[in-house]
């Protein structure tokens, strides 16, 4: 059978204040899986997973060719965690997991926290933590510009510069992302 992976979302600030809209999104999942660099491993035991994801990281990646071939593939640096305010979302959100967890009537089906575990509890802990631990989730967005210079790739209707007859209509032109998942916005 199939299943689609996250069964529960929720829209969250990560902080009471100074945020206009929901910066973090939270995944529920009724598997047990563990999100690795270049795989996912689905647990061989009961369990759920829930994951935290920044909507609009402040954090920019780049994308650069590696050389003139063209089936070369390019040199992809996301720099996930190379904003602090990224890094405090991401752990206001983690701590927000354990606390649902904690509630009632999670807490009576909780047998025991897999990943961070109770050995994590200082903020220090939390931050090393969501280091060790975060992944990007192939939601790229923004890696071609739009615009009227030198250096954008499509105009202000999706043209790729150069090149007559075609156009990008995917995440890779938008100029501001989304909160959300990036398929119906591109759809």
């Given at each position: 059978?199939?299943t689609?992976?996250?069964?529960?979302?929720?829209?969250?600030?990560?902080?009471?204040e100074?945020?206009?809209?929901?910066d973090?999104?939270?995944h529920?999942?009724?598997?047990?899986?563990?999100?690795?660099e270049d795989?996912?491993?689905?647990?061989?035991?009961?369990?759920?997973?829930?994951?935290?994801?920044v909507?609009r990281?402040?954090?920019?990646?780049?994308?650069?060719?590696?050389?003139?071939?063209?089936?070369?593939?390019?040199?992809?640096?996301?720099?996930?965690?190379?904003?602090?305010?990224?890094?405090?979302?991401?752990?206001?959100g983690?701590?927000?997991?354990?606390?649902?967890?904690?509630?009632?009537?999670?807490?009576?089906?909780?047998v025991?926290?897999?990943a961070?575990?109770?050995g994590?509890?200082?903020?220090?802990?939390?931050?090393?933590?969501?280091?060790?631990?975060?992944?990007?989730?192939?939601?790229?967005?923004?890696?071609?510009?739009?615009?009227?210079?030198?250096?954008?790739?499509?105009?202000?209707?999706?043209?790729?510069?150069?090149?007559?007859?075609?156009?990008?209509?995917?995440?890779?032109?938008m100029?501001?992302?989304?909160s959300?998942?990036?398929?119906?916005?591109?759809?």
């Open positions: 059978g199939s689609p992976d996250a069964h529960a979302l929720a829209f969250v600030h990560s902080r009471p100074g945020l206009a809209s929901p973090i999104q939270l529920f999942t009724p598997a047990g899986y563990d999100l690795r795989e996912v491993v689905l647990l061989d035991r009961p369990a759920v997973t829930a994951i935290v994801n909507c990281p402040a954090g920019r990646g780049r994308i650069r060719l590696k050389s003139a071939d063209h089936h070369a593939p390019p040199s992809i640096e996301p720099c996930l965690l190379a904003n602090d305010e990224d890094v405090a979302a991401l752990v206001a983690a701590k927000l997991v354990r606390r649902i967890f904690a509630t009632p009537p999670l807490e009576g089906a909780v025991a926290e897999a961070p575990g109770e994590v509890e200082s903020d220090a802990d939390w931050d090393a933590y969501v280091r060790a631990q975060t992944v990007g989730i192939y939601h790229a967005a923004g890696t071609c510009k739009m615009g009227c210079d030198a250096l954008a790739v499509v105009d202000d209707r999706l043209r790729v510069r150069g090149i007559d007859g075609l156009r990008i209509a995917d995440a890779s032109i100029p501001t992302i989304v959300g998942n990036t398929n119906a916005p591109c759809i």
